[in-house]
């Protein structure tokens, strides 16, 4: 074999890329000196781009397809070099892949409260988390604005910065919106689309962008959500005369834990107040001892029934509800609702799946009695 066959033989004729991970964005086809035969087949798969940089310019962008790499197809590089040797010189280049699918289930959350101004309650913080996707949309200007000579760009070098804009967004997107507190999980899609929309001019001078945005869960701090359960409660009880009656029936369902000492003080002040009852004269009828007999004081007032929970419903990023849990029961002889529906109630740590919760799996385990024999 002639020397010369042999030397051409060492250039790269072939460059691809596949991609077996989950968080590649860029990566650097990787070749000693750089250097890659003239004539080469460049191959470029779907969800991805091809981004040829040359001395350190960026000389062209592959879409999907195969290449052969010449100078009669790349009119940028025949302009930035003279191709000696009858144009059958290596390249002595870089070529970058850049994966344009999108990638999906990126994570953000507030690290720190959000203060805002409740038309209900005035000023109150929130916390709220999600999901997003990022998408490549201009590889040139990614590769020019973010990457740079990174030879394996990943997600998480971008993910951070991307996380800081949706939560400064979200701020200033949930106080121009105007939506109270209590209405915000049922228009958590709204609020997503707001805020995507307030996000696409920045990431768009990154070359990204943001095809999806969800908010799975918005929450007030504990002592707010407490005072708030406490208020709920009160409403249910009716007016404050009721309240307070159910909370004397509560303390005095209490009193059965206190220590035999309590007990027995509590025990002889009755036995003096039975006393006094008997010598001092009333209008009541004689007693067995001669003394007068006081009227049976009223049983006092049972208290007021269980709280029954109010649900809303998640499915493909859109919530409905509140619905009772009749309700449900409805939806689920309907086939509307099942196990693995998305639900949420006040008070609850974030969506779960409704055969997760207690109260609800009942629902699903109601079978109907046998059919009465013929």
Do not use: C
């Amino acid at each position: 074999m002639p020397i010369w066959d042999f030397l051409k033989g060492q250039f790269i004729d072939v460059i691809h890329w596949t991609d077996d991970t989950r968080d590649t964005l860029v990566w650097r086809f990787e070749r000693e000196g750089h250097e890659i035969k003239y004539g080469a087949k460049l191959t470029v798969r779907e969800g991805q781009a091809a981004v040829f940089v040359h001395e350190g310019q960026l000389a062209d962008v592959f879409t999907p397809g195969m290449y052969m790499l010449e100078t009669n197809n790349m009119p940028i590089m025949t302009s930035l070099q003279h191709w000696d040797h009858g144009f059958q010189s290596p390249f002595k280049s870089e070529i970058y892949f850049v994966n344009t699918n999108r990638f999906t289930n990126l994570k953000w959350g507030t690290k720190n409260p959000i203060m805002l101004r409740d038309p209900e309650f005035g000023p109150t913080r929130i916390r709220a988390f999600g999901t997003y996707a990022i998408k490549v949309a201009d590889p040139a200007l990614f590769m020019q604005e973010i990457v740079g000579t990174d030879g394996e760009f990943t997600t998480d070098e971008v993910a951070f910065q991307i996380r800081n804009i949706i939560v400064q967004e979200f701020s200033q997107a949930i106080a121009k919106s105007g939506i109270p507190v209590l209405d915000m999980a049922a228009n958590t899609g709204e609020v997503g689309g707001l805020i995507a929309k307030a996000i696409d001019p920045t990431i768009a001078a990154y070359g990204l962008s943001l095809p999806e945005l969800y908010i799975e869960n918005i929450s007030l701090p504990p002592e707010v959500e407490k005072a708030l359960d406490a208020r709920t409660s009160r409403g249910l009880a009716g007016n404050l005369d009721d309240h307070m009656k159910w909370k004397a029936a509560e303390a005095m369902g209490k009193g059965g834990a206190m220590d035999q000492s309590m007990g027995m003080g509590f025990g002889a002040g009755m036995g003096m107040n039975m006393a006094q009852q008997m010598t001092q004269p009333s209008g009541g009828q004689p007693g067995p001892w001669g003394g007068q007999q006081q009227p049976a004081a009223a049983a006092p007032p049972p208290p007021p029934p269980p709280v029954e929970h109010v649900w809303h419903i998640a499915k493909a990023g859109q919530t409905t509800g509140p619905f009772s849990k009749a309700d449900l029961g409805k939806m689920v002889t309907s086939g509307e609702f099942d196990r693995d529906t998305h639900v949420w109630t006040q008070g609850q740590d974030g969506w779960k799946k409704a055969g997760e919760i207690a109260e609800l799996a009942q629902l699903f385990t109601v079978m109907p009695p046998p059919p009465p024999p013929m």
